[in-house]
């Protein structure tokens, strides 16, 4: 079954601090994957997106990396600043004659002053 | 350059009413589609349209109609709302039919069927 877990479900650090959130999945065939950020009450806003073969890909303090071997995915935040509390939700892309997106749960980001 | 605008943003309903759910988008994205977003959850798509006059269905479809007479213009239909369908919608669209990678995403209509 295709599926998108993501860890922790939810997470609260210092601003200033690094944090990794992390996406595993079991789509199969691959074909691409993308971070997405959303404010409280907006829509997702796209962050990275990464295909089979990039291993890292970074977006100003966001860098996500991708290991296809493990099927997994983090995206770390470097310096945390209080904009960045939001969901953070990993989309992972399939293509089995059309494309098929399955979207995780999210990781509900906290960021205190 | 709005992006992809929904309407209207809040909305509540009766067991049974019907509704119009509004998505617009001047991109001239040939991509457009519906999500609905429940607590703890990821998003799941409901109906998508890779161009104008072709529609199809998604994860959820169920009690949902749409159409795409025009490459703007992407409608979700509730033809006889039930509680079920207490959620957060969005509209996306995107550039191609996913190849290129970015969905575009309005703001959200959260909608509540009492």
């Known amino acids: 079954k295709n599926q998108v877990e993501q860890s922790p479900q939810s997470l609260i650090i210092l601003e200033g601090k690094n944090c990794t959130l992390q996406?595993?999945?079991?789509?199969?065939?691959?074909?691409?994957l993308r971070w997405y950020k959303q404010d409280t009450g907006r829509g997702p806003v796209s962050l990275t997106i990464?295909?089979?073969?990039?291993n890292t890909k970074s977006n100003g303090r966001y860098t996500a990396t991708l290991d296809a071997d493990t099927k997994q995915s983090s995206l770390h935040i470097t310096a945390s600043q209080l904009s960045d509390s939001a969901s953070y939700i990993c989309?992972?892309?399939?293509?089995?004659?059309?494309?098929?997106?399955?979207f995780g749960a999210g990781t509900r980001l906290f960021v205190k002053a | 350059n709005a992006g992809v605008t929904q309407t209207p943003k809040f909305q509540v309903l009766k067991t049974g009413q019907s509704m119009t759910l509004q998505c617009a988008q001047d991109?001239?994205?040939?991509?457009m589609s519906w999500y609905r977003q429940d607590p703890g959850m990821g998003l799941r798509l409901i109906h998508y349209?890779?161009?104008?006059?072709?529609?199809d269905q998604g994860e959820v479809p169920n009690g949902y109609n749409v159409s795409r007479s025009t490459t703007e213009d992407f409608p979700l239909r509730l033809l006889s709302a039930a509680p079920s369908q207490t959620s957060v919608y969005f509209c996306?669209?995107?550039?191609?039919?996913?190849?290129?990678?970015?969905?575009?995403f309005g703001e959200g209509s959260r909608l509540t069927v009492l």
């Open positions: 996306a669209s995107s550039l191609g039919t996913l190849r290129s990678g970015e969905l575009f």
């Open positions: 996406c595993n999945y079991t789509v199969s065939p691959f074909s691409n």
């Open positions: 990464m295909t089979f073969s990039e």
């Open positions: 989309v992972v892309s399939s293509y089995t004659g059309g494309f098929k997106t399955i």
């Open positions: 991109m001239n994205h040939e991509y």
């Open positions: 349209s890779v161009g104008a006059g072709i529609t």
